[in-house]
Every structure is written in C-alpha cells, then in structure tokens.
C-alpha cells in the first residue's frame, strides 16, 4: 500500500510538472534577439525558417527558383554554410525523424535534402512526381508529431499526408481580431504548442494571432512598431520565434514568442 502511494504521490508531482512546463505566448512586446543575413544574392521572397535542435543550425530559403540560396545559420545567426535549394520550393522543414531538409516542390511535389555529419546541406535535391495541392503561392508547414504538413488557402488551413498530399482535415478559421484581408495571405506557421497550435500575421495592426486545432482564437502576439511585416512570405516560425524578413535588408529577424 505504501509503494502504491509513493507511486501515485510521484505520478502526481511528474504529472504537474508537465503542466507547468508547458509554454505561454509571451506577454508584452516582442523583441528580435537574432538575426539570419543572407550572404547570396539571388531571390526576393524568403519564405522558411527552420531550426535543427540537434545541430543547433537554422536554415533558410527563398521561393521562386532553385538556383536561389539555401543557406545555414548557427544559433547565434552566423552564417556558416552557402548553397542553392535545387527546387522552386514553397515551404522547408527540418523533419528530426529522417534527420534531412525536406519540403514542397512548386512543381513537382516532396523533396528531400540530405545533411552531413555537420547538419550542412550536401546534396542535390530529390523530387517526387506528386501533384501539389492547394493555394500555389501558399507555404507549407509541418507537424514532427503526426508527420502531417498543412497551407492556409481562403480561410481554412488544409491539412496533408505528407507523402501522397492526400487531404486529411481541414480547418476552418474563426473569428479573428482582425480581418482575413490583413493577414499575410501565402503563410499560416506551425508552432507544435497546445492550444496555440498556429499562427497567423496581422501586418495592419502588428500582431500575430494564435489559433488552436479546432479554429479558435487563442491568442495575440505584440510585435514592435519597427518590425518588418508583409502582405505576403517572409513570415517563420522556428525555434520557438516569430520570424520577419526584411525583403530591402535580406535579413530574418527572429523575435522569442513561447517561454
């Protein structure tokens, strides 16, 4: 009966301890603590961040052409590795299962980037014939947990199987505090915590609004009145950031938003 005790008194102790370290959306306004310089020359539209936590590196893209950069960052923001994407790419993603770069093709569908021993990007990219769903121009995001990615096209987040882009759920947006034509219609971020599961960018009144699984408003992030914010790309998430490009200085700016 005693050890049966203990083991409820520590099950109860481990139980709230996973509450609690559950993160919030940051209060007040958010403040930039790192910043992504691009190094190549190539490409106007930036549209991902993301983040390796096993090789503490960030790597960062451009749409539009696969001769535009691909390029690492260490978790300082020094740029420590240059290259090209290899695809028209419309969203990457650091998948911590297959431990490689991987992301969506404007034209061909999933691709594929092997990493070395470093976490630098080594090879060509691979391409699979698979039809790309959904909004065009809209980047794509990834859940590790279900292995599922997701867009935003016309008021609804459209959820994916990874592989055959078969479509598995969608959801529709509630009511947000600001009107679907103020937030940057291409992106939709996926920051993987419960009940703040995604993120929109209201560019109009510097604000970026959390919603749940289900569609609900949950919550507003402050951004500062000198941030950077577009009507389209150039909007992350990474490593528990916001991130904002600024399309004038070529540079990421990674704002801290779960503590």
């Known amino acids: 009966m005693k050890n049966k005790i203990q083991f409820v008194i520590l099950f109860s102790l481990f139980f709230t301890l996973t509450i609690n370290a559950q993160k919030k959306p940051g209060l007040g306004t958010l403040q930039s603590d790192i910043a992504l310089a691009?190094?190549?020359?190539?490409?106007?539209?930036?549209?991902?961040?993301?983040?390796n936590p096993e090789k503490q590196l960030y790597y960062a893209v451009f749409a539009g052409n696969g001769d535009y950069p691909l390029e690492t960052f260490d978790s300082r923001g020094m740029q420590v590795?240059?290259?090209i994407i290899g695809a028209d790419t419309r969203g990457i993603?650091?998948?911590?299962k297959t431990k490689q770069i991987e992301g969506v093709d404007f034209d061909g569908g999933y691709f594929k980037t092997v990493l070395d021993d470093a976490g630098h990007p080594v090879n060509s990219v691979e391409v699979k014939a698979e039809a790309v769903p959904g909004a065009l121009q809209s980047i794509w995001q990834f859940n590790p947990t279900t292995g599922g990615i997701y867009l935003y096209a016309e008021g609804n987040i459209m959820g994916y199987s990874k592989k055959k882009f078969i479509l598995k759920d969608v959801i529709k947006i509630g009511s947000l505090p600001c009107s679907l034509d103020e937030i940057n219609h291409t992106t939709v971020v996926y920051t993987g915590h419960k009940n703040y599961e995604f993120g929109f960018l209201?560019?109009?009144?510097?604000?970026?609004?959390?919603?749940?699984t289900k569609g609900e408003f949950t919550a507003?992030?402050?951004l500062p009145d000198d941030a950077i914010l577009n009507e389209a790309f150039c909007f992350a998430f990474a490593n528990d950031?916001?991130?904002?490009?600024?399309?004038?200085?070529?540079?990421?700016?990674?704002?801290p938003a779960f503590f």
């Open 38 to 51: 691009f190094t190549g020359y190539d490409g106007t539209n930036s549209c991902s961040v993301t983040w």
């Open 81 to 83: 590795h240059g290259g």
């Open 93 to 96: 993603w650091y998948n911590p």
């Open 202 to 212: 209201d560019f109009v009144n510097y604000k970026v609004h959390l919603i749940n």
């Open 220 to 222: 507003s992030l402050d």
């Open 241 to 255: 950031r916001i991130w904002l490009y600024s399309l004038d200085e070529r540079v990421w700016k990674g704002y």
